[in-house]
């Protein structure tokens, strides 16, 4: 997911689940591009160890979870 951080002003990429942390940037579609290379490059490194994949978070209502934690 990209959000934009009034705080920091710039957007924020994060994929709970598939990895820890993420990326950011001023340019919302140059995070996300790069948030799906991290979230590509996270997946091969599990695959490259024979690992599963985390928990998928569909359902959860992530997105307000994070938001209320701030």
């Not at 490194?45 to 359902?59: E, F, I, M, Q, R």
Request: hydrophobic share 35%; net charge negative; charged share 20%.
């Amino acid at each position: 997911m990209v959000e934009w951080s009034e705080e920091d002003q710039v957007y924020i990429g994060s994929a709970p689940g598939p990895l820890l942390g993420g990326c950011h940037g001023s340019d919302e579609r140059a995070v996300f591009d790069e948030l799906c290379q991290v979230v590509d490059e996270a997946i091969a490194l599990y695959h490259a160890d024979n690992k599963p994949l985390p928990p998928g978070t569909p359902g959860h209502d992530l997105a307000n979870t994070l938001q209320s934690a701030e």
